[in-house]
């Protein structure tokens, strides 16, 4: 069984700190990672995507692979309360047509 | 990033009626797409893997003869739900695989609500 395990949350953080939300994936074939944003009633938009171990940096938001561990996590810099979403850790898996795993979301709140 | 559209963005029909939904991805091609619903407060649920001329991989649990899939192009899906009743109103979001980078990308569409009466 694929799985993709986030913590639900809710997390909550002050406006300016940095926001951490982890990841973990159950198959080690695992390829392309990807972070989602989900507004409340919007549809998922796409923040950063990693295929491989280390860091990547896009703006305030930074994503960490570590392959080894199975382990994938988004820093979000500065938070702001527009930040305020359901973040969804998603995985394709190797051999896969390409549909994305989902882990069941965490939700962050920034506050003021 | 890449744009993928969906049409309509909300639509209300009467039980029975047939509604369809179109997906565009608007600046890439897409040999694949997914379709998914996503219920008040709950996850997204992928529906079935549309692939560019050939027949969709449904879920299971998925009716195919209810929710009829169509991927006539690189750049456009259609989702049909046929003969749609009050329990099929969900929020129905496509997703649109980008091969064409240095690494597979995918990009989802806005989404669109439906209500049936």
């Known amino acids: 069984q694929k799985e993709v395990e986030q913590n639900s949350g809710p997390l909550s953080v002050p406006e300016g700190a940095i926001a951490s939300l982890n990841c973990t994936y159950s198959?080690?074939?695992?390829?392309?990672f990807f972070w989602y944003r989900q507004y409340s009633g919007k549809s998922p938009e796409l923040i950063m995507s990693?295929?491989?171990?280390g860091d990547k940096e896009d703006g305030r938001f930074t994503a960490q692979l570590n392959k080894a561990s199975q382990y994938v996590s988004l820093l979000i810099r500065d938070s702001q309360p527009s930040d305020s979403a359901t973040y969804l850790c998603a995985v394709i898996y190797g051999g896969s047509q390409g549909n994305l795993i989902f882990g069941k979301g965490t939700k962050l709140s920034v506050k003021p | 990033g890449a744009v993928v559209s969906q049409h309509p963005s909300r639509v209300i029909c009467k039980s029975g009626t047939s509604v369809k939904i179109e997906c565009r991805s608007l600046d890439f091609q897409a040999t694949t797409m997914f379709w998914y619903r996503q219920f008040p407060k709950q996850s997204l649920m992928l529906m079935a893997t549309?692939?560019?001329?050939?027949?969709?991989?449904?879920e299971q649990g998925v009716e195919k003869d209810k929710f009829l899939i169509n991927h006539a192009s690189l750049t456009l899906s259609t989702l049909t739900v046929t003969s749609a009743h009050p329990e099929d109103s969900s929020f129905y979001i496509c997703?649109?695989?980008?091969?064409?980078?240095?690494?597979?990308?995918?990009?989802f569409g806005p989404g669109t609500r439906l209500l049936v009466l």
């Open positions: 549309s692939n560019e001329g050939s027949k969709a991989t449904y």
């Open positions: 990693i295929y491989s171990n």
């Open positions: 997703s649109a695989r980008d091969m064409g980078g240095v690494q597979e990308t995918q990009y």
């Open positions: 198959d080690r074939g695992s390829q392309s």
